[in-house]
């Protein structure tokens, strides 16, 4: 059974937007912080986006500074991905994970795929 499982992948054009969601158990959800990581094909797994258990406190990487959002609802369970101004280096496979701040990678989703393209 997963306990962590993304969605909202797809295909959008350069400028585009699209908003992931990441559903995760009750247990997991309310005692960890929560992130995005993404992997494009031939290149390692990079930190996008972390958020802290509260909300109170997030941390992007630089390529995605102004333009993607982290947000969590801690009635639902689910932390939001808001990406905004897509660009084709976007294109990747995006992980959600959860754990401790601030490396949430405990736990993994399957992953969801953003591409990026005209």
């Known amino acids: 059974q997963a306990q962590v499982v993304e969605s909202g992948g797809g295909l959008v054009q350069p400028g585009g937007s699209l908003r992931l969601s990441c559903a995760a158990s009750?247990?997991?959800?309310?005692?960890?912080?929560m992130g995005w990581y993404r992997q494009a094909p031939g290149k390692q797994r990079e930190l996008v986006a972390i958020i802290t258990r509260g909300g109170g406190s997030t941390k992007y990487a630089d390529c995605v500074k102004g333009r993607f959002t982290i947000s969590r609802d801690n009635a639902k369970n689910v932390v939001y991905l808001q990406m905004n101004s897509l660009k084709p280096e976007d294109t990747a496979v995006y992980y959600c994970?959860?754990?401790?701040?601030?490396?949430?990678?405990?736990?993994w989703g399957q992953g969801s795929q953003v591409t990026v393209s005209s």
């Open positions: 009750a247990i997991i959800f309310s005692t960890s912080a």
């Open positions: 994970g959860a754990g401790v701040w601030p490396e949430p990678t405990s736990h």
